[in-house]
């Protein structure tokens, strides 16, 4: 019996050859190119180059701080270029604006699949946005890789073949800090501030397998519906004392505002998504016009990290990123989204060469699912991917903001979806090497 994975890698290869058939494209090389050295083994391969391609709100309500995700992932490719590539191959990254709005994604990543014929989708940003192509990118064999959002969707082998997971998904954060709370605050009436899609409901089921019976009211709001009072003044009037936020930068800064107009004040916990210092100040600053100008009001909220930010100048993956942005980087400075993006492209550039020196979809596919655990890097936690598992970083470290930069409140504490117990992460912190990039061994021939 032909597997649900096999069959789908059987209909992508078909569907991918007729319609670059009726694009009168290239489209896939002969198998004499395949088996050369260094040759065109797949779409979006040539001798010299590899080509990749994105989505990210480079426009609109959501572009503040995500824009600059691209450009740090661009920028440690032109770093890799610079030394010559992989297997004498350049990166070449094409990132395309959809602004946030799902049926602006469906027309990039048609452009990118068709027109541009990317080797691979690395990194797109949003669960909306997303969740609007990963059919035809499943549909088209594609390579989906990394996704730019901790939803469980991307964590489905049987059904979604080609695409993966990077960050830690909502649910395993949301069990790391419910368990937090539980244990430190085992008296607080909780509340949830939650974003109305699969971002929040992910962290509130995380959350709620420990705080089931603490949390007092959970309200929600709908991304682009800026006015949040109904929902802060909801979680003020049951009584809640603590606040779990699962919500964008945006919506942190508004919470916040809205609070110190209703003078209420709870000790807030946000997710990693929406804890940036610097990206809420600024966002703080516009949205009061000036009347708020920096981010003090985060001054002691909780939140996790699972990468090193630019408040860690002496982590040397920071510092290799800083080399990294004042070698190749454009205008700006370093910023932890930009950190996000290359250390994204820093696994990126290990899976490119798990999957050998002549690199196809399908190869790339399997080595992340061979290797792929194994990948090491700014990260505090390993990978979960092996066949039967896509998702990402396993695990974060609790933190909470004070004096402009974090304190470590947990060590890094390590889980997995559903009731898999929460441990200390066991896999000791990695260096990076003195060239900056990784030297990883071919997974498949």
């Known amino acids: 019996m032909i597997s649900r994975r096999r069959t789908a890698a059987l209909a992508a290869a078909v569907a991918t050859a007729l319609v670059l058939t009726a694009c009168g494209a290239g489209g896939r090389p002969d198998e004499g190119a395949a088996s050369g050295e260094g040759g065109a083994s797949d779409v979006g391969i040539t001798e010299t180059s590899v080509k990749v391609g994105a989505h990210f709100p480079l426009t609109g309500v959501a572009a503040p701080g995500y824009s600059e995700i691209p450009t740090g992932t661009q920028a440690y490719f032109d770093f890799v270029n610079a030394a010559g590539g992989i297997n004498g191959r350049q990166i070449e990254y094409v990132y395309k604006d959809d602004a946030y709005n799902p049926t602006q994604t469906s027309q990039v990543a ?3 699949v068709l027109q541009d014929q990317v080797f691979a989708i690395l990194s797109g940003l949003g669960t909306p946005t997303h969740s609007a192509v990963l059919e035809f990118l499943n549909s088209q064999g594609v390579p989906d890789l990394f996704v730019s959002s901790g939803s469980l969707l991307w964590n489905q082998p049987e059904e979604y073949p080609w695409t993966f997971g990077w960050q830690p998904d909502y649910e395993i954060e949301g069990k790391i800090i419910g368990q937090y709370v539980a244990q430190n605050f085992p008296d607080a009436k909780v509340g949830l501030f939650l974003q109305d899609d699969d971002f929040g409901r992910d962290g509130e089921k995380g959350a709620r397998q420990f705080l089931d019976e603490q949390i007092v009211a959970a309200e929600r709001y709908t991304p682009g519906n800026t006015d949040v009072a109904p929902q802060i003044a909801a979680l003020q009037a049951a009584g809640a004392d603590l606040v779990i936020g699962f919500n964008v930068p945006s919506y942190t800064a508004l919470s916040q505002l809205v609070s110190l107009r209703l003078n209420y004040q709870p000790q807030w916990i946000y997710s990693n998504v929406g804890s940036d210092p610097a990206l809420v100040g600024s966002l ?27 408040d860690q100048p002496d982590d040397p993956w920071t510092q290799l990123f800083q080399r990294v942005w004042d070698e190749h980087g454009g205008e700006g400075e370093l910023t932890n989204f930009r950190v996000y993006g290359m250390a994204q492209a820093y696994t990126f550039v290990q899976a490119l060469q798990a999957a050998g020196p002549n690199p196809t979809r399908q190869g790339i596919v399997d080595a992340i699912e061979q290797a792929g655990a194994e990948f090491r890097g700014a990260w505090v936690a390993p990978f979960r991917y092996g066949p039967n598992s896509h998702a990402g970083i396993s695990g974060v470290q609790v933190t909470r903001i004070t004096g402009g930069t974090t304190e470590a409140l947990t060590p890094v504490l390590v889980t997995d979806n ?20 990784p030297d990883v061994e071919p997974a498949v021939s």
């Open 110 to 112: 048609n452009e990118l």
């Open 418 to 437: 559903g009731d898999t117990a929460i441990t200390e992460a066991t896999v000791e912190p990695t260096e990076p090497p003195a060239d900056g990039i």
């Open 284 to 310: 703080l600053s516009r949205f009061s016009e000036g009347a708020v100008t920096d981010a003090g009001l985060l001054e002691g909220v909780i939140t996790t990290e699972y990468l090193p930010g630019v």
